[in-house]
């Protein structure tokens, strides 16, 4: 479940920067591709980091999750709705910049939410 | 803490106090009565130049600000001007960054002041603080505590501070200042001052993520999605009430949660109080004089159920 999610906030970073015609990043901030995207994603972008602190509460929810004692269903339903918020602040800013559905990288992520059957479940 | 400079300060309310945030204005203003703190409005202020006139120039939004703290500063001889809205305190220090570090703003801010016909005001004439500066650092939690005639024990508080009252952290440099000053990535001082009056507060990630307030109107669903997300984070957490500090997420959540039911069918629960209506409360002071009522959020049934009310 963590790494499904883990990689879905990676995903809407991805779609962030591809809209911007840039090739997402690869490195890792403090262990995490997800920290290293959303660097890359703020870069000539400031407000932006109005959802930095919710890539590391995702982060965080990930880290949390390895550990069995943490491993409950509303930590899980915590990281999904962080996830969810996630891709809705991204949809918000490629609508704002004007790359919301003149882009086709944004598509999936003006579609339907992936999170949703975790997040409102 | 008790900086003897808090005890009276020149109050900025801001257009959102005087509309939709009306029960933040009475509820801030009955909680500096209850706590011996002083407010002085601010005389002919204007709109610090929040979204549109940014969008447009930004000097003139500068100046903007500028000249409510002109007023406070130079007619009234203020030294600390209290503004309760995120986006006037983030207007505010803003303001003040840029006309300490850039010298094109103080040219402009020269210019338009002297065709207004007023001082300039100048970078370092005054201290912006936000009103949970204010109670935090002009009575702290202990003196809180003697004065409390209740408690909000019982009440589960999501507390929620919005993507503007820490963010950009270059123009808060009193902020992450180690012990005793706030956090710009986790903010604690409502926390702090609830937690004093008795609350109990819920672990929220989502304390200072985005509400969608900037595209409310451009791209209204987005918005919608984003305060429901945030509902049930607080939902999931088991909060009771959303503790807010700004009119206009206060108000986005409100509106948006009644939208959430209407468009997509999504009811939520939890409800929304600010938080000087929640200290006014512990305090003594009653829900009518704090405005609760004026909320679209039904406060008032929550507070009762929690016989706080």
Redesign the interface.
């Known amino acids: 479940m963590r790494e499904s999610l883990l990689a879905q906030a990676e995903s809407a970073l991805e779609e962030w920067l591809r809209a911007r015609s840039e090739t997402p990043t690869g490195e890792r901030v403090e262990g995490f591709r997800l920290l290293a995207l959303h660097r890359q994603g703020a870069r000539g972008v400031?407000s932006f980091?109005?959802?930095?602190?919710?890539c590391?509460?995702i982060a965080?929810?990930y880290n949390l999750l390895a550990d069995p004692r943490e491993r409950t269903e509303?930590r899980e339903?915590?990281m999904a709705?962080?996830v969810?918020?996630l891709r809705?602040?991204v949809?918000?800013k490629l609508?704002?910049e004007g790359l919301g559905e003149f882009c086709c990288a944004s598509r999936p992520l003006r579609n339907e939410s992936e999170t949703k059957g975790i997040?409102?479940g | 803490m008790n900086k003897p400079e808090y005890q009276r300060v020149a109050y900025y309310p801001g257009c959102a106090l005087e509309g939709t945030g009306h029960a933040y204005n009475r509820s801030t203003q009955a909680v500096g009565a209850a706590l011996g703190l002083k407010l002085d409005e601010v005389k002919n202020w204007n709109c610090c130049g929040a979204m549109e006139v940014k969008n447009i120039d930004p000097a003139v939004q500068t100046y903007l600000s500028s000249r409510v703290l002109s007023i406070a500063a130079n007619e009234m001889g203020a030294k600390v001007v209290m503004a309760p809205c995120n986006g006037c305190y983030h207007n505010l220090k803003k303001a003040e960054h840029e006309l300490a570090h850039d010298a094109g703003s103080r040219e402009a801010v020269e210019r338009i002041s002297k065709k207004a016909g007023h001082a300039t005001y100048r970078a370092g004439q005054l201290e912006t603080i936000h009103a949970l500066d204010w109670i935090k650092d002009g009575i702290g939690e202990e003196e809180l505590k003697r004065r409390l005639k209740g408690s909000l024990k019982g009440l589960k508080v999501a507390n929620y501070y919005g993507?503007m009252y820490t963010?950009?952290r270059h123009i808060f440099p009193e902020k992450d200042r180690g012990p005793g000053s706030e956090s710009t990535?986790?903010p604690h001082f409502m926390d702090d001052l609830l937690a004093a009056a008795g609350a109990e507060n819920v672990e929220f990630?989502?304390?200072?993520?985005?509400c969608?307030g900037?595209?409310t109107l451009?791209?209204s669903d987005?918005?919608t999605?984003?305060v429901l997300?945030?509902l049930?984070?607080a939902e999931?957490?088991g909060a009771d009430v959303i503790a807010t500090e700004c009119p206009t997420c206060h108000s986005g959540l409100e509106m948006h949660q009644v939208r959430a039911e209407k468009v997509l069918g999504?009811k939520t629960q939890v409800r929304m109080l600010y938080f000087t209506q929640l200290l006014g409360i512990a305090l003594g002071v009653s829900p009518r004089r704090l405005g609760v009522h004026e909320n679209v959020s039904d406060g008032l049934a929550l507070l009762r159920e929690k016989g706080l009310a």
């Open positions: 400031p980091n109005a959802c930095r602190e919710t590391r509460e965080y929810h509303r339903k915590m709705l962080l969810e918020h809705l602040f949809r918000g609508e704002v997040a409102h | 993507c963010r950009p990535s986790q990630p989502l304390k200072t993520a985005c969608g900037a595209h451009s791209d987005t918005s999605r984003l997300n945030i049930r984070a999931t957490a999504e």
